[in-house]
């Protein structure tokens, strides 16, 4: 059974600063990962996808991938009120599907 | 264009009726999911089409929950039989490439 680990949060952050979400995940043969954004009462929207170790970087976020530690964060640089979200961190099942982490709670203070 | 639509939008029902929630794709969008998210967890998988092929039922909680595609297009999750844990809301998503899942907007079930 796949997994896909997160901290809860909340992950609480100025203004401005750089916003580091992270999520680890069970099997070592996970292909494909990806972050969603998910507002109080909105259903979740894809931020980023990332298939190859290293860095994926889209405006001000950045996706960080790691197989060998089986790790993959989000970074969220000059963070804004209006990213206070919760964040999903996602990977790929067998069936096509994704399999969420149950998501870190973002809150940016003005 | 359009995203992705369901209907209805909130569901309240008593323990033991039977509801049937609709999802309406993104035009073109071969493949369909279904989710379901409790509060305070995250998305649970419940089932999977892929165009006209036999869906993959693998993740549907118990025998209480069906659920078909007409003509590749429309879904209906039905659940039959509600109990209370059933509350949640149900998220249907679409995709044409399986790389990117298009949510739609949900429906939230209440059952009491």
């Known amino acids: 059974q796949k997994e896909v680990e997160q901290n809860s949060g909340p992950l609480s952050v100025p203004e401005g600063a750089i916003a580091s979400l992270n999520c680890t995940y069970s099997?070592?043969?996970?292909?494909?990962f990806f972050w969603y954004r998910q507002y109080s009462g909105k259903s979740p929207e894809l931020i980023m996808f990332i298939y190859s170790n290293g860095d994926k970087e889209d405006g001000r976020f950045t996706a960080q991938l790691n197989k060998a530690s089986q790790y993959v964060s989000l970074l969220i640089r000059d963070s804004q009120p209006s990213d206070s979200a919760t964040y999903l961190c996602a990977v790929t099942g067998s069936q096509g599907n994704l399999i969420f982490g149950k998501g870190t709670k973002l809150s940016v203070k003005p | 264009g359009a995203g992705v639509s369901q209907s209805p939008s909130n569901k309240v029902t008593e323990k033991g009726k039977d509801v049937e929630l609709r999802c309406d794709p993104i035009?073109?969008?071969?493949?369909l999911y279904w989710y379901r998210q409790s509060l305070g967890q995250g998305l649970e998988f419940l089932i999977y089409?892929?165009?006209?092929?036999?869906?993959?039922k693998s993740g549907l909680p118990s025998d209480r929950f069906s659920a078909e595609r007409t003509g590749g297009s429309v879904s209906t999750l039905t659940i039959q039989r509600t109990q209370q844990e059933d509350s949640a809301v149900y998220l249907c998503?679409?995709?044409?490439?399986?790389?990117?899942?298009?949510f739609g907007p949900g429906t939230r079930l209440t059952v009491l």
């Open positions: 099997d070592r043969g996970s292909q494909s």
């Open positions: 998503a679409s995709s044409t490439s399986g790389i990117e899942q298009f």
């Open positions: 089409f892929q165009g006209n092929s036999a869906p993959d």
């Open positions: 035009s073109g969008h071969t493949a």
